[in-house]
Antibody, heavy 121, light 108 residues
Framework: QVKLVESGGRVVQPGRSLRLSCETSGFRFSSYAMHWVRQAPDKGLEWVSVIWNDGSNKYYGDSVKGRFTISRDNSKNTLYLQMDSLRGEDTAVYYC??????????????WGHGTLVTVSP | EIVMTQSPATLSVSPGERATLYCRASQSVSRNLAWYQQKPGQAPRLLIFGTSTRATGIPARFSGSGSGTEFTLSISSLQSEDFAVYYCQQYNKWPPGTFGPGTKVDMK
């Protein structure tokens, strides 16, 4: 079955960088657009970024534009999120998610379990 | 950006009772509206998309309705496993597919 496993979250100081990974299995990764969605502690959900199945298009939420970079390696079935110039407000659980094969737009049928990023001095 | 609001913020319901949750969009999203359920420490789970289509494996006690700017999620007879936070999400204008702030359904 579809499996998404995020990793890379940890405590990091403001202004530093961090790279998250989302390892996938159980489906043809190269056919799926992939998204990152985050959730600040005890808060709601915020869409972060999307990358097309072939990496040809990428979009970002306004709060992360210019600081975060989404990428993927279809040979490794893995999605990435490079997070630079981190701020306290980036503290959140980061989920990778996908709407399913051949789809780009939400809703998100499949989600990972999330990885916690804490930005603190 | 389309702003989503949900009401009430918290809904206290007894098991077996009916729960009705509301979601409003700041402008029309047609029927491009989804509902998710999230339990503590878990990822969200897709319940309904296209306003009223249940995702695979979702029990029939969950139903959605509405169009334009006003939407409803109903749980016909609340089970113990239904106590959770529920989020709506519009995807008519995307990116971003904005989420509502959530409604917490807890036990009365």
């Amino acid at each position: 079955q579809v499996k998404l496993v995020e990793s890379g979250g940890r405590v990091v100081q403001p202004g530093r960088s961090l790279r998250l990974s989302c390892e996938t299995s159980g489906f043809r990764f190269s056919s799926y657009a992939m998204h990152w969605v985050r959730q600040a502690p005890d808060k709601g959900l915020e869409w972060v970024s999307v990358i097309w199945n072939d990496g040809s298009n990428k979009y970002y939420g306004d709060s992360v534009k210019g600081r975060f970079t989404i990428s993927r390696d279809n040979s490794k079935n893995t999605l990435y999120l490079q997070m630079d110039s981190l701020r306290g407000e980036d503290t959140a659980v980061y989920y990778c998610a996908t709407p399913g094969p051949g789809l780009i737009v939400p809703p998100f049928y499949y989600w990972g379990h999330g990885t916690l990023v804490t930005v603190s001095p | 950006e389309i702003v989503m609001t949900q009401s009430p913020a918290t809904l206290s319901v007894s098991p077996g009772e009916r729960a009705t949750l509301y979601c409003r969009a700041s402008q029309s999203v047609s029927r491009n509206l989804a509902w998710y359920q999230q339990k503590p420490g878990q990822a969200p789970r897709l319940l309904i998309f296209g306003t009223s289509t249940r995702a695979t494996g979702i029990p029939a006690r969950f139903s959605g309705s509405g169009s334009g700017t006003e939407f409803t999620l109903s749980i016909s007879s609340l089970q113990s496993e239904d106590f959770a936070v529920y989020y709506c999400q519009q995807y008519n204008k995307w990116p971003p597919g904005t989420f509502g702030p959530g409604t917490k359904v807890d036990m009365k």
